[in-house]
């Protein structure tokens, strides 16, 4: 004959009684019948060996076995509460912590927003944003010492996983009042000759641009180099020269007046990307994040280009620039 083992049932039932003192009470409670709970109790002390009840007519009386047995009982419940607090604290990402790296211009700008925005639904998750040139990210990304970054890429490369979200073009930027400002848009033949202020060697986008005009056999004029399209877009605002930015960086340096932006002709495209590292699986919390700053890099930086739509774990591979 089988044996009844003790369940949750049964602790639930006792429990019950002796909160509320009574086999009705605990019935209603636990939306069951006056004759299951007494059954459950009776059970339970068949089980346990002892009187966990004395019995005076209809009412009922913890035993000291009893009392000394809902301690016990109680302890559980504290414990399985603890759990349930444990459980919700994970549900919410509470004591999480995410490491974000991006450049200069996206990190004190467009991912402080999203930083903004994520902590007013998820305050209890600690966001560290760190900001380096593009080949620190790249690489603090590809180590896994970063969960996320947020870039511009320019040309492929491994070591990361990639998703791309908006595309771009580059565009070309002269100082307010240029004579070529007069045209709705430039090619590379209308930069011959003039003084032309350059991103530094031995980066993507300034190989890229030396290649576009080498092949469409226009000389240049260079004046000056600057690592960030911002002090590209400062110099050629001081009436230096013009020159080939990323969109982004002409979009938010043509507030501070000084400078006209005009489209280019020729392909010279940049992405706005996501980047994670390669070997490391995405928990809930970066993917989270993830979604928050694809929706604003669309909303912010949506006008610059267009989305880029990728199959869900689709990725590539890319270099910042």
């Known amino acids: 004959m089988a044996t009844t083992r003790m369940s949750l049932r049964h602790i639930e039932a006792f429990r019950a009684v002796m909160v509320s003192g009574s086999m009705t009470e605990a019935a209603r409670r636990m939306h069951t019948s006056q004759p299951q709970v007494s059954r459950l109790i009776g ?25 000394r047995f809902y301690k016990e009982v109680e302890k559980t419940f504290v414990g399985l509460a603890g759990l349930e607090s444990a459980a919700a604290g ?12 991006a450049m200069p211009r996206l990190a004190g700008g467009l991912l402080a927003r ?14 560290s944003i760190q900001s380096g040139n593009a080949g620190a990210i790249h690489d603090w990304v590809s180590a896994g010492l970063c969960d996320l970054g947020l870039a ?51 980066t993507a ?19 000056a180099e600057a690592s960030l399209g911002a002090s590209i877009c400062a110099m050629v605002g001081a009436g230096l020269g013009i020159s080939i930015v990323n ?31 390669q070997y490391h699986s995405r928990t809930r919390l970066v993917e989270l994040f993830a979604r928050y700053a694809r929706q604003l890099i669309l909303k912010e930086m949506g006008h610059l280009g267009a989305p880029v739509s990728t199959m869900p774990g689709v990725v590539g591979a890319g270099r910042s620039v």
């Open 43 to 67: 059970q339970l002390e068949k089980i346990a060996q002892f009187a966990l009840f004395s019995r005076k007519g209809s009412r009922l009386t913890a035993t000291l076995d009893g009392t």
């Open 152 to 202: 511009l890429l320019s040309e492929d490369s491994p070591g990361v996983q990639v998703e791309p979200v908006l595309a771009m073009n580059c565009v070309a930027v002269l100082p307010r009042g240029h004579r070529l400002a007069r045209l709705k848009a430039l090619g590379a033949e209308h930069f011959g000759g003039e003084p032309f202020i350059s991103f530094s060697g031995g």
């Open 205 to 223: 986008l300034r190989h890229r641009i030396d290649l576009l005009f080498a092949d469409a056999e226009v000389q240049r004029a260079l004046v």
């Open 247 to 277: 969109p982004l960086a002409a979009s938010e340096e043509t507030g501070h007046g000084g400078i006209e932006v005009r489209p280019f002709l020729h392909p010279l495209p940049v992405t706005a990307a996501l980047l994670y590292p």
């Open 90 to 101: 994970i549900r919410a990402f509470s004591a999480g912590r995410l490491t974000v790296a």
């Open 114 to 127: 999203v930083v903004a925005q994520f902590k007013t639904r998820h305050p209890d998750v600690m966001v």
